[in-house]
Every structure is written in C-alpha cells, then in structure tokens.
C-alpha cells in the first residue's frame, strides 16, 4: 500500500509541475529554460510513440490523450523559448524548429494514424528532436553552469525513455527504417550511462538520489519489456511497454525538476 500511495503522490506531483508549466507565460531563468528545451527533445518521441501505438490499437483511449497533450505542450513551451532565446544564434535555432514542427504537427493530426503516415512521423519526428535537442545544447552551453549541465542530462533521459518505445511500438507496427532497431539499442545503452553519470554526481542531494532510485527500478520493468519483444503476443507486450515508458517518465520529471531547482554553479 505505501508503494502504491507514493505512486499517486509522484504522479500527482508530476501533474503539478506540468500543469505549472503550461501556466507560467514566461521562462524567468536558464535552467528553467534548459528544463523545457530539453522537454521539446522528449516530446518529439513520445508524440511519435502515441501515434504509432494508435496505430496498433494499444492503451487506445490514453495513447490519444498523450498525443493531445503533448501537441500542445509543445506548441506553448515552443512560444515560451522563442521569447526567452538569449542569443541570435539560439533564437534561430527555435525559428528553424517552428518550421520542422509544423511539418510534423501535420502529419500527426492530419489523418486517422495509417502506416504511410506513420513512416511520415517516424522521419519528422527525427529532425525534430535534432533541432530541440540543438536548442537545448546551446542553452546549456549559454549557462555555463553544473547545473545547466545536470539539466540537459537528466532531461535526455526523459527524451531516451520516449525514444526507445518509439522505435519499439514502430518495428511493432511495420514502419520502422532500417536505422530503427539499431537506434532503439543505441539509446537503451545512452539511457543506462547517462543513470550512471547522474547517479554519480557530486551535486545529487537526498531527494535526487531518492529519485534516481525510483528510476532505476522502473528502468528494469521497461528493460524487461524492451527484451521481449519479438518473444510473445504483439499487442500486450507493445501494451507494456507503453504502461512502463509512461512510468519512467513520470520518475525521470520529477528527477529533472529537483536538479532544475539546484543553484547555479
């Protein structure tokens, strides 16, 4: 019963800080903005994630709700880092990513999910997350802080946990690339470093190490779920790992936020 209380608890907190950022109009400090930009990264894979997974048929109801959400999730926190770019070259950057966003925002609402369409999104989603991820680089790089830098790489971690049942749910659906498996092991070995880097840095305070184990314990069901693909029944397990790609996400945002919060230094 405790474990199953903290589980609503973290979800309620991480409800909160979502619902929090879809309220604040403005980004007031460059970690905040690092939080957000690389939320952009994350959500070019978990839009794509949700697509593929109404395309099969899985966790139909709550896979539409993700895509809905994180469209205009992304949509707001796109008009928020415009606004705040510090530097012309940053500012640039989000000009560019409006662009490629629009392109992919149509192929994810402009028809009923279907496979050339899911081809489609799988390749946008792609040059997406280069150009978020660009953004969220040159932020850290602004900033020039440790913290910056815990930011950008706990706030990578969200995005693998997305991109690896991205990759996952489109070889289920039969419009992977070939690129698309061996991306898929790629991050699941970057996702596994970059735990180990964060799980060793010296800033860590109690509440991140307290986060950082919940993750780690959500990282072995969704590990368990990405080895059995391919193993046993298609929709329950592309089930799971949507079930525990969400799990490990909510643990991964409440962990960013805490080292959003750390001083600069």
């Known amino acids: 019963m405790k474990v199953s209380i903290g589980r609503v608890v973290r979800a309620m907190l991480v409800g909160c800080l979502l619902a929090a950022g879809l309220a604040q109009a403005q980004i007031t400090d460059i970690n905040a903005a690092i939080n957000k930009a690389g939320r952009e990264r ?30 205009a999730f992304f949509d707001r926190q796109l008009v928020e880092l415009k606004n705040f770019a510090p530097t012309p070259e940053i500012k640039e950057t989000y000009q560019k990513l409006e662009t490629a966003w629009l392109a992919y925002k149509d192929s994810l609402v402009g028809a009923p999910p279907n496979p050339d369409g899911g081809k489609k999104v799988l390749a946008l989603s792609e040059q997406v997350l280069a150009l978020a991820h660009q953004g969220t680089a040159q932020l850290e790089k602004h900033a020039g802080t440790n913290a910056g830098r815990l930011v950008n790489i706990s706030g990578r971690q969200r995005m693998l946990s997305q991109r690896m049942a991205k990759f996952y749910q489109a070889l289920a659906w039969g419009v992977a690339d070939a690129n698309s498996a061996p991306e898929l092991d790629k991050a699941r070995k970057e996702f596994s470093a970059g735990h180990k880097e964060l799980a060793a840095a010296a800033a860590n305070t109690p509440q991140i190490k307290e986060g950082l184990d919940l993750v780690n314990q959500q990282w072995f069901f969704f590990e368990n779920s990405l080895n059995q693909r391919g193993s046993g029944d298609k929709k329950q397990l592309s089930t799971a790992v949507a079930t525990t790609s969400e799990r490990i996400l909510e643990e991964m945002e409440v962990v960013v936020g805490l080292y959003e919060r750390l001083p600069p230094r």
Do not use: E, H, N, P
């Open 42 to 71: 994350m959500l070019s894979q978990r839009m794509a994630k949700a697509y593929f997974q109404l395309g099969l048929g899985v966790d139909v109801d709550r896979s539409k709700k993700v895509l809905d959400g994180s469209i």
